[in-house]
Each structure stands twice: as structure tokens, then as C-alpha cells.
């Protein structure tokens, strides 16, 4: 039946899935709004903000101000916390259809593309979604390896999260030592013998995803020369108009011709960003890899104003004994809930969630963020995203097809029945005060538990 909700006498009830930022932007839109409306947010880790703990480098801490918002509403009586409940394992999605009028996916794309070529499997090769979870501390990597023994590491990829893995491979450890990088990582990299990181993209430097802060940041590392290949630097009529017209493609180039003409160092240490290849075969010997073949490119019209890279058939072996790939991410599905495996995310439109790719709508369902949109865009762009999607949600309001009471004690019984350790927000304060402490003690902004035992421990 459809009652009027949203009122003191039958609040709106909002499952949010996810404690990222694309959640909370959704959260923030919602409380705004007219409407009396409660919100549970059902978060995998004991621990909230997603990406922003354990995506964002430990080099930018700025940007991790950003939580201060999201404290805010983690704190707003009308929002409960629910950490350290896995949707489709604690608890399922059509659970939370009867407990909840409407459901937001905010998982964001925990996973990684593969680039599809052989040995990618090799004992040295990895995503750089890993690399960056086990120096950021997320509990899932933390016991993840990486030699860091060798000369060279290979980066594939030109976005900012192939910056974001060089610079953490090659920034002073004093520098990322102060951060609240995860100490095993600082360790092992305070005792890495990597020399050189060479980044490899596979169309031209004008097409480079990166943003040129974290250019920028490439020629401030202290002992680091940032090598390129003049080669690189041809440039086709296409690339030449897109750089008239496009301002950060420009600014780059301006950077990267300016790192030409520097000097080097002669520490030996290095960056060598290498634009026309694609990876052809990771090799190995032992089941390890040492070196990765690839292929020069040209770039040629891809029929809608762009260019696309085509290969050559010229192909040359770079030695390294890790590859990390930098090529994109892709949402994790969830039992029970529709997914596009084809874009790795979950179908929706305009935020509504369809059965399928180009479906029907999922009544109650709805997606944002990277779930949403897929793997692009800043911490900022989910903002807009995200109230696009609560707009959608508020528009479904008058025809909502729902029970005329709800009690929010339910889930709490439910989670309790299945024994299920809920972090909820006073233990996530816990954690957070513990974490806090253990960094002031070393002038950090934190010490990051590492372990999900650690976490639940401190916050009982
Ligand atoms: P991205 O910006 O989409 O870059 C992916 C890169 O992988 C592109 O250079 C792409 O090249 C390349 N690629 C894709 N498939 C490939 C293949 N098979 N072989 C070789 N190269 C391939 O993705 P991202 O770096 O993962 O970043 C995700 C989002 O997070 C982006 O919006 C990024 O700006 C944002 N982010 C921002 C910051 C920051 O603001 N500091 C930090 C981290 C991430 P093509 O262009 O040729 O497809």
C-alpha cells in the first residue's frame, strides 16, 4: 500500500550500503530534505570514509579533511552507524528491503580491471588497488607481499592512481614516515632497492588521464630524476588540436617539457614515463616476474573526435621484478543485487537501480558513486552524483510502496541474533581516539590499525 511517510509519526527509513564518500554526499542530501528521514549505514569494515582512509595517498593528508563533513553526520541523531556488517552475508539485500523503504549501493569499485594479456597471474604482478590498500593499511592487503628487492618496478597506467603508487614507490621514507602510511609499508620501503619506476601509457602524453598537481609533484621528489623519451613528444594533427583547446593537457606538456630539459640529478634514482606502449606478455622465470614485453603504439582517429592506440608489431622487454597495473577500477557484485559485468557496476539509471543493464527499474533500489557512475572523478565529483540520486529517490516518494510502521530496533535484533559484532559509532569513536593517540605520540596524524581483530578489540 502506499502511506505518507516522511513524517514524525512514520519517518522515512534509508538503508545506506557503504561508508564512502558517494554515501555520505547521499546522507547530507537526505537529511537536508523536508522530510523526517532516519538513516543505517551498513559498512564491510569496522571502520567509515572508504576510499578517503584507505584510497587517498598518505602524502595528500588535505584531502582527508574532507571527513570532517561526514563526522559530522556520522554524529546527526538521525544516523546510525552499523560497521562491520557485510550486506549479503550478514544480512541479505531483500533483509534490508524489509526493514528499510529505500536502499542506496554505495560500495564504490573495490576490485580491478585486468588488462587480459599472459602472466598477469605471476608471483609479481598485481593490481595497484592492492599496492595501495597495503600502504594505506586496509585490512584486506595487509598481509599482501611485494618485492621491493628489485631495480625496477613497471606501472601501467596514465591516471592519478599510477602517480599516486610511483610517488609512494619513490618519495623519502622520512617524508611518507610522518604520514599515516601503514607501518609495514614504511618498513619495506625504507629496505626497497627500487631505483626506477618507469609508467607506461599506451596512448600519448597529451592523452595522459593524471592531473598536473600530481604531475607536478613527480620533479619535487628530492634526488628523483623524472625522465622522458623526446619520440614521446611527436605529436599527430588529433592531439595537436586537443592540445589547443584543452587546458590540462597543456599545463602537462608545459611540465613534462620542462622535466626534458632539466639536468639530471645522477642519484640514480628515477621516473621514466614512457607514452606508446602497451603491455604485450608479463614474463617470468620461477613462477616470479622479470620483465614485461611491450609494444609501440601509434595513435590513430578513434571516429569520435579522440585517438586510440594501435599497435605496431614493434616490441622490446623491460626488466622488472614487479609490475603493479594502474588500469581501472571495477564494483564488487553482491549476492542478490543486479550487476553489469560488463562495466563492473551495477546497472541503474539516473541513480535507480535496474534489474539488469538497460532493464526494468528495482523498486527501493538505488546506486551512487563509482557503483553508480563507475571508477571516475574526485572525491567531489560524487557530491553532485550523489544528490542527483536523491532526487530520483525523493521523486519516488508519493508512490513508495511500503508498511506503515517501522521499528529501528528490528535490525539491531536481527544483527544481535546472528551474533553479528557491530561497530557502531561510539566503538568507531573508539578506534578512531585509539588510532589518533598512537600517531600524536609520533607526530602523525594517525597509526592505522591494520588487523579487523586489532580494530574490534580496542573499540569493546
Ligand atoms: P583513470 O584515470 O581512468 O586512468 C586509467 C589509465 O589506465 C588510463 O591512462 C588508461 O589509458 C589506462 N589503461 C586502461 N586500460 C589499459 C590497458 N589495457 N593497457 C594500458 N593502459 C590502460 O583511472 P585511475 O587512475 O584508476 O583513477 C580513477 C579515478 O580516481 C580517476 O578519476 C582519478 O582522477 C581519480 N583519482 C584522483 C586522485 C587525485 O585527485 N589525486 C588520486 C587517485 C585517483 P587510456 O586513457 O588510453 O584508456
Known sequence: ????????????????????????YA?????????????????????PFGLVR????????????????????????RVRFFGHVTVGHDITPDELLTHYDQVIYAVGAQSDRKMGIPGEALVGSAPATAFVGWYNAHPDYRDAQFDLQCARVVVIGNGNVAMDVTRALMAPVDEL????????????????????????GRRGPVQAAFTTPELKEFGELHGVDVLLDADDFVLDETS??????????????????????????GSGRSIHMQFLWSPVEIIGAQGRVTGIVVERN???????????AVGTGVTRTIECGLVLRSVGYRSVPIAGVPFDDKRGLFPNRDGRMLVSAGGDVLARCYV?????????????TNKPDSVATVTAMKEDWPTLQVPTHRDGNTIVQLLA??????????????????????????????????????MLDVAQ
Open 240 to 265: 595537436e588540436t586537443y592540445l589547443s583547446t584543452e587546458k590540462v593537457a597543456a599545463r602537462n606538456m608545459d611540465v613534462m617539457r620542462d622535466y626534458m630539459a632539466r639536468a639530471p640529478h
Open 298 to 308: 601509434r595513435l590513430e582517429p578513434d571516429g569520435n573526435g579522440g585517438v586510440k
Open 54 to 77: 584507505s584510497g587517498v595517498a598518505p602524502d595528500h593528508q588535505s584531502i582527508k579533511g574532507v571527513t570532517r563533513i561526514y563526522d559530522k553526520i556520522l554524529a546527526d541523531e
Open 177 to 200: 614516515a610522518t604520514t599515516d602510511m601503514a607501518d609495514h609499508a614504511v618498513a619495506a620501503l625504507r629496505a626497497s632497492r627500487v631505483q626506477q619506476v618507469v609508467m607506461l
Open 417 to 454: 541474533a546472528r551474533h553479528v559484532t557491530v561497530i557502531d559509532y561510539a566503538k568507531w569513536q573508539k578506534i578512531d581516539a585509539h588510532e589518533s593517540a598512537a600517531g600524536a605520540a609520533h607526530g602523525r596524524p594517525r597509526v592505522k590499525l591494520t588487523r579487523v581483530a586489532d
Open 368 to 380: 551512487v558513486g563509482w557503483a553508480k557512475r563507475g571508477p571516475s572523478g574526485v572525491i567531489g
Open 27 to 47: 546522507i547530507e542530501s537526505l537529511l537536508k530534505s523536508d522530510a523526517q528521514v532516519r538513516v543505517d549505514i551498513f559498512e564491510r569494515l569496522p571502520t
Open 1 to 24: 500500500m502506499t502511506h505518507t511517510i516522511g513524517n514524525a509519526a512514520r519517518p522515512l527509513w534509508v538503508a545506506v550500503v557503504g561508508a564512502g564518500p558517494a554515501g555520505f
